[in-house]
């Protein structure tokens, strides 16, 4: 029985290889060279008549810059962890927190320091935020106001208001952000100044 399950499993990598290889844009002379991986064993593994082995999976994944689990598709039933990837945005430090939900994301975000007299940066789109600081402090604006929070401290507010928070010392500051599905598309997969929402 968990023979079928693996074979079920592995049954279904040579739609996944193709499909991804397809939205990578490359070919297959292409991953060969950067996998060390033969043109006919590539084409084989994505026709389904190559088992894919460990070894093989491994280079194409990081080819790809996948993980193992993209490529077997391999569910993730009694394991609630996440696994989060931080990646880094306008100096910013950004870790998500969720992984299915899709009303409200939630980051841990470390700011860099910031001159205590710099502006604010501040933008306008649709969706609510919410914030709350771990440690350091941070000056938030929304619209003409400006507070200051320290740690323990949050606030929630409307982002059809130009808003924008950064630390308030020259130090780093760290915080929890929530996001609803909208102002998560702005803030980390959005770029430039501000956007009228």
Same mark, same amino acid.
């Given at each position: 029985m968990q023979d079928d399950a693996i074979d /079920? +499993? /592995?049954g279904g990598v040579a739609? %996944? /290889?193709r499909a991804l290889r397809a939205r990578k844009g490359r070919t297959l002379a292409e991953l060969s $060279? =950067? $996998?060390g991986i033969s043109v006919s064993t590539l084409s084989r593994l =994505? !026709? &389904?008549l190559r088992r894919p082995t460990l070894d093989l999976l491994? %280079? /194409?994944?990081a080819a790809y810059g996948a993980s193992l689990d993209d490529l077997v598709g391999a569910p993730q039933i009694a394991d609630a962890r996440i696994h989060p990837k931080p990646f880094y945005r306008d100096g910013k430090a950004i870790v998500p927190l $969720? %992984?299915?939900n899709p009303d409200v994301h939630a980051f841990k975000i470390v700011l860099p320091g910031h001159p205590p007299e710099g502006a604010v940066p501040r933008r306008v789109h649709e969706g609510y935020d919410w914030i709350y600081v771990l !440690? &350091? #402090?941070i000056r938030l604006a929304i619209g003409d106001d400006e507070l200051v929070l320290q740690p323990g401290e949050a606030a929630e507010f409307d982002t059809r208001k130009p808003h924008g928070f950064v630390s308030a010392t020259t130090g780093p500051a760290e915080v929890i952000n929530l996001l #609803? %599905? +909208?102002g998560e598309r702005v803030h980390v997969h959005g770029e430039g100044g501000e956007s009228a929402g």
């Open positions: /079920l +499993v /592995l739609d %996944r /290889l $060279t =950067e $996998t =994505e !026709s &389904g491994i %280079r /194409l994944a $969720t %992984r299915h !440690s &350091g #402090s #609803s %599905r +909208v």
